[in-house]
């Protein structure tokens, strides 16, 4: 069946880095693009990032350009997410998901990872 | 960017009850690209309902979603226990960002 991995979350400290991965398996993840949406806590969902199906193409939220990366490796069916420049308010759950709809930007995200949790803190 | 307001914040009804809630756009959505999902605490969310109407795989139909202009709904016939939770609803059909609600708690009352 469908999973979805995310790994890599922790405690760095303001102005540092970190990568996250997003493990999958039981689709044919070089056919889907990927997203990744952050909830911080006791708030709602934010979108982050998506990357098309074959990497060429990339979009991120405002809040985050410029200093996160989305990327993807299809011969390991993984997805990443280069954290740069990290402030307290990226502080949250990372989640990485999958759209219902191979190859389409435009779709609704179907299986979503249980997350990994990121504290920007001093 | 679309901005999209759920109200209300929370709905407090009882088992068997009906809920409606409500998310409205800022500009034009495309009617085919509103999403509706559910959260429960510590969980990742669920997928419910996509094209303003269509259900997810394995979502009961005690959930409806429909749309009328701006403004898009999601109705829950008779709430289960397991339906307390909360709700967002996304839009996607402009280009990214995709933009998530701020939410609607349904509550035990």
């Known amino acids: 069946q469908v999973q979805v991995v995310e790994s890599g979350g922790g405690v760095v400290q303001p102005g540092r880095s970190l990568r996250l991965s997003c493990a999958a398996s039981?689709?044919?993840?070089?056919?889907?693009?990927m997203h990744w949406v952050r909830q911080a806590p006791g708030k709602g969902l934010e979108w982050v990032a998506l990357?098309?199906?074959?990497?060429?193409?990339?979009f991120y939220a405002d809040s985050v350009k410029g200093r996160f990366t989305i990327s993807r490796d299809n011969s390991k069916n993984t997805l990443y997410l280069q954290m740069n420049s990290l402030r307290i308010e990226d502080t949250a759950v990372y989640y990485c998901a999958t759209p219902l709809m191979a190859f389409l930007i435009n779709s609704p995200l179907d299986y979503w990872g249980q997350g990994t949790l990121l504290t920007v803190s001093s | 960017e679309i901005v999209l307001t759920q109200s209300p914040g929370t709905l407090s009804l009882s088992p068997g009850e009906r809920a409606t809630l409500s998310c409205r756009a800022s500009?034009?959505?495309?009617?085919?690209?509103v999403a509706w999902y559910q959260q429960k605490p510590g969980q990742a969310p669920r997928l419910l309902i996509y094209?303003?109407?269509s259900r997810a795989s394995g979502i009961p139909d005690r959930f409806t979603g429909s749309a009328s202009g701006t403004d898009f709904t999601l109705t829950i016939s008779r709430l289960e226990p397991e339906d307390f939770a909360v709700y967002y609803c996304?839009?996607?059909?402009?280009?990214?960002?995709?933009?998530f609600g701020g939410g609607t708690k349904v509550e035990i009352k």
């Open positions: 990357i098309s199906y074959d990497g060429s193409n990339k």
């Open positions: 500009q034009s959505v495309r009617t085919d690209s």
């Open positions: 094209g303003a109407s």
């Open positions: 039981g689709f044919r993840f070089s056919s889907y693009g």
């Open positions: 996304q839009q996607y059909g402009s280009s990214p960002p995709l933009t």
